[in-house]
């Protein structure tokens, strides 16, 4: 007997079927069937110009197993959630974050521990999640630590398609070393966290594409020109050779997967897009050819549009006027003020990309809800809407065979995983039910919680139920 209890004690839950008589387990197995039924909900599918009105939602674990008009039967013991009228909707996706990038400036990120820039990132997750992000695509900085702390039920977050590290040449946007350490890059924590990785030559950018994949990487991303919030690299000058992005690209090819790049010039954008890179982060430059070479090509526009609007300079890393930075912003917006007429003119597939760096907490919060509204102003709610949901899953299922959540994103449809939100009000016809806000960093800081969002389901779990 003794030594009994010793293994049930050591078993504790890893065992349970061992120690648990057989009707409790059979109890257990029953509330992991269980349904989720959501009636009396209009739903907007990801896709459609218009809601289903009068509909019921059945989820079974982590898929959608029955959509319906009017009611359907749920089995004895399913949660029944009654929509009262509200809006069913697929959960939201953020396809540019960067999570680590989480300190006020580079420098404040060169002074810190590891275990602050992670558990900063921890803190961004679950913002994300709050604001209704089921799904996220980290552009640069994060493997799968996070990912797997989420995935695992640790901590409540979006699902993450990480790129793992930034990929630059020297002296590119993601060289982002401090000037001391340009001599010794290796001296740089953000290096040497792999944050950003360092690579001059086809090799070295291969090497550097396959320590990516070795961390996680569901995509890999890298720069091929120059950004606004580093200071090597100008924006007028091309970054990495054909040969080098070629190397990226056959590498990712033999993952099943795609290669994404931060650019801004009509004509990197285009020697991008005929080396074969499917996802354009920014791209604010381009010109109408380049966007039909978008549409040609099956790839995709991840822009963040806050950018383009006055108040991107109340962000306080390009607010200082003779910075590098604020300069540069200058420059960037000169040069953007052709791109909303042509993308809505030409409609390659385009994703909300809200690319946030250095802001947490509330400045966070407001510079999604910004993004949200600055979309919606731009492109209207509809596409705003879609490119939250249905064409970033798209995206999601270019990483082919090494897609790290299979199955489909971004829609409400039979047999897709349950990402869900019920939202008051349309969105379709007020984009601020999601929480949109006309101010930037001039809004009133709001808590992590936006009110008119009352039910949010990731992979079949709730998360929020305000209902
Ligand atoms: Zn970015």
Request: aromatic residues 6%; glycine residues 10%.
């Amino acid at each position: 007997m003794r030594g009994l209890e010793w293994i049930v004690a050591a078993c504790h839950l890893a065992c349970l079927s061992v120690v648990v008589p057989a009707a409790q387990v059979l109890a257990a197995e029953e509330k992991f069937k269980q349904q989720i039924l959501f009636t009396n909900v209009n739903i907007f599918d990801g896709k459609a110009d218009m809601l289903a009105k009068g509909m019921s939602v059945m989820v079974e674990r982590n898929l959608i197993k029955k959509i319906a008009k009017g009611k359907i039967k749920a089995v004895v013991g399913a949660l029944v959630i009654d929509g009262g009228g509200r809006t069913l909707m697929p959960g939201l996706i953020d396809s540019h974050v960067h999570f680590n990038m989480n300190g006020a400036n580079l420098a404040d990120l060169e002074a810190m521990r590891w275990d602050e820039i992670g558990a900063r990132a921890a803190a961004q997750a679950q913002d994300w999640l709050a604001d209704g992000f089921t799904t996220v695509r980290g552009m640069g900085g994060m493997a799968t630590g996070l990912k797997k702390t989420i995935d695992s039920g640790l901590l409540d977050g979006p699902r993450i398609y990480p790129s793992a590290s930034y990929i630059s040449q020297t002296s590119g946007h993601g060289d982002i070393t401090l000037v001391s350490q340009n001599v010794n890059p290796s001296r740089s924590n953000l290096v040497n966290l792999g944050i950003t990785q360092l690579a001059d030559g086809a090799d070295a950018v291969r090497a550097a594409v396959r320590r990516n994949f070795a961390d996680g990487a569901s995509q890999i991303k890298i720069m091929v020109g120059g950004g606004i919030s580093s200071e090597k690299g100008p924006l007028f000058a091309p970054q990495f050779t054909d040969e080098e992005i070629r190397a990226a690209i056959e590498e990712a090819t033999t993952r099943d997967t795609y290669v994404a790049v931060h650019v801004y010039q009509d004509a990197h954008i285009q020697r991008a897009l005929e080396l074969g890179v499917k996802s354009i982060e920014h791209g604010q430059f381009i010109s109408e050819e380049t966007a039909m070479l978008i549409k040609e090509k099956g790839a995709f526009i991840a822009p963040f549009t806050a950018g383009i609007t006055k108040e991107a300079f109340q962000h306080p890393a390009y607010s200082v006027p003779g910075t590098p930075q604020y300069i540069k912003g200058k420059e960037f917006q000169e040069n953007s003020t052709n791109f909303v007429e042509i993308i809505k003119k030409v409609q390659p597939k385009i994703v909300m990309a809200v690319d946030i760096v250095f802001l947490t907490g509330a400045a966070g919060r407001s510079a999604r809800d910004f993004e949200k509204f600055a979309f919606a102003r731009f492109f209207g709610n509809l596409q705003a809407l879609r490119s939250m949901t249905s064409v970033p899953g798209e995206l999601a299922a270019l990483t082919g065979r090494n897609n790290p959540y299979p199955g489909k994103l971004g829609v409400i449809k039979e047999g897709a995983l349950a990402d869900i939100l019920i939202v008051d009000g349309n969105p379709l016809e007020d984009i601020t039910v999601l929480g949109a806000n006309s101010k930037y960093l001039d809004a009133e800081p709001r808590e992590r919680d936006i009110k008119t969002i009352r039910i949010i389901m990731k992979d079949g779990k709730i998360y929020k139920n305000t209902l």
